[in-house]
């Protein structure tokens, strides 16, 4: 079981999953879901390690660093820390 936490909040998901589920859960606010807006970006305090690659949606937005799209993003397994 992966676990993705926001300030106090933290949402179990399945080893493998896409984060948005837990992501709304957590309060990130979401536009088109589809990777073109940018309105769900998060930074990933703790755990980037812990997704997948940034896909082509991320890449094509020219996202870096700590700087993740949690309509695209997809966790392995472990703890991610958002923000």
Known sequence: M???????????????EPIIDAA???????????GICGTCMVAVEEGMENL?????AEQEMGLEGKWRL???ARIKEGTVIIR
Do not use: T
């Open 2 to 16: 992966a676990i993705v936490r926001r300030e106090e909040k933290a949402v179990q998901l399945p080893d493998g």
């Open 24 to 34: 709304k859960e957590l309060g990130v606010l979401f536009g088109c879901q589809s």
């Open 52 to 56: 997948f690659p940034r896909n082509k």
């Open 70 to 72: 949690c309509c695209q």
